[in-house]
């Protein structure tokens, strides 16, 4: 089904029942019959996914004997006020939050009712892809989220590297016949992948599925508007084709980075002001959503949600759901041009730079700045107003946010960095970009 079919029969989506939550902790009151969660139909399999994703990537950290941890308390709050209003799907990997993420997950998750929620994970092998090790990663994924079967299991990142780092990973370790036997045990109900990489990376895997060699259940794409069309090319390709080619071998599409690593939620001043007009009581972050969702292909659009306030901002968008309309879609598509009209890192905050070798705090460098333009306090030059108070303000800031031996002048150029980002950031090429801006900031030479 086209968008413009889906938008007229299903008007503003409609609504199906949250599933309830139980467990030790309380939840919140039912929810209002036109505030349920929207859910999507697996094609394939019957699921009832929620719209909204629980991206476990960025749960909340806090410090414990010197050691930055989840902050388990909060997250079986959030995970059980998003149950209580109809999320159901829940997407972590072993690679997330210094291998964290997935024991944070089946703890809060393990507490209510296995058949409430759906489970992804991912084979996220990127360093040893030997097999004794990426069947160990495999089993201990079931240890930690509590669970004798995945609902969503995910190649991690293929188009990283291309077909050669495919083959290293999965088929010349014996790993793809692996999963294939665990996914006929029924240990593994869908298998799929995550992907970032050029268009040519993309046909080849969607050639393996249309040879009946691999058969994918379904596919995680980085969709939002500003990718759409204006992807790099390089390590990501425009998610309007990747979006027609899935949707055309009715492959269910989820959504990675709908805010592009929180970007979509704090855009530049002028475009905000922009959406504010047209939506004052909405976030900016909604448009985002909406665009995904907007899409019948789109299964379920992850966000990686820190705190009770953007899980209850997205709760909003998705239960009043309301498809984008053309003219809305257009007027996204300008944003987007608009977007990258500014200087912008394109950063997700996804930290798999992390850890330097020089202790640099990359994601860190790379939000501040981010930031400062954003809001409009980026200093530019001598003849812009307010210059000083705002070069010595992103000064202090920078310091604040970022201590000094962690900063982007430390930059060696080592490397190391470059083959981890699934954004293809030239990241120490920004960072030298960064450090001179610094650098020409505290001599005043702009």
């Not at 902790?25 to 094609?43: D, G, I």
């Not at 149950?83 to 393990?110: I, R």
């Amino acid at each position: 089904m086209k968008r413009r079919d889906f938008i007229k029969i299903t008007g503003a989506a409609a609504a199906a029942a949250a599933l309830p939550a139980c467990g030790e902790k309380k939840t919140s009151a039912p929810v209002a019959e036109e505030e349920k969660m929207v859910l999507r139909e697996n094609p394939n399999n019957g699921d009832k996914v929620s719209l909204l994703g629980f991206g476990c990537m960025r749960w909340p950290m806090i410090e414990k004997d010197g050691t930055r941890v989840i902050d388990q308390e909060a997250v079986n709050e959030m995970v059980d006020y998003a149950l209580a209003h109809g999320v159901n799907y829940f997407d972590t990997s072993p690679a997330y939050l210094m291998g964290q993420s997935e024991k944070a997950a089946g703890d809060a998750l393990s507490r209510h009712p296995r058949e409430s929620y759906y489970i992804a994970t991912k084979l996220s092998n990127f360093g040893d892809r030997s097999t004794e090790a990426s069947i160990k990663m495999y089993h201990d994924s079931f240890e930690q989220l509590h669970t004798d079967y995945f609902d969503y299991y995910l190649l991690h990142a293929i188009g990283m590297g291309g077909s050669k780092a495919f083959f290293d990973r999965y088929v010349e370790n014996g790993m793809m016949d692996f999963l294939l036997a665990e996914k006929a045990a029924g240990r593994i109900r869908n298998l799929g992948f995550s992907f970032h990489g050029s268009q040519a990376e993309f046909d080849y895997f969607m050639e393996l599925h249309d040879s009946g060699q691999y058969h994918w259940d379904f596919c995680q794409i980085e969709m939002n508007y500003v990718d759409w069309t204006h992807a790099d090319g390089v390590r990501n390709c425009n998610a309007n084709y990747l979006y027609a080619e899935l949707e055309k071998r009715n492959i269910p599409i989820v959504i990675m980075e709908p805010l592009l690593g929180g970007r979509l939620a704090n855009v530049p001043a002028e475009i905000a002001r922009q959406m504010k007009e047209r939506e004052p009581d909405k976030s900016i972050a909604s448009w985002a959503f909406r665009f995904c969702g907007t899409y019948p292909g789109v299964m379920c659009a992850l966000s990686g949600m820190t705190n009770m306030e953007p899980l209850k901002d997205n709760l909003d968008t998705f239960g009043h759901f309301k498809p984008l309309t053309d003219e809305e879609l257009d007027f996204l598509e300008r944003m987007a041009t608009q977007m990258k009209e500014y200087p912008l890192v394109n950063c997700t905050d996804c930290k798999y730079c992390m850890p330097c070798p020089w202790g640099l705090d990359i994601p860190g460098t790379f939000q501040h700045y981010n930031k400062a333009i954003t809001e409009g306090t980026y200093a530019q030059n001598k003849q812009q107003k307010h210059y000083h108070k705002l070069k010595n303000q992103y000064l202090m800031s920078y310091d604040k946010a970022v201590p000094t031996l962690r900063q982007a002048d430390r930059c060696i150029g080592c490397n190391e960095c470059l083959s981890h980002c699934p954004q293809s950031i030239a990241i120490p090429r920004e960072l030298r970009r960064i450090a001179r801006y610094v650098e020409d900031l505290r001599e005043d030479r702009l």
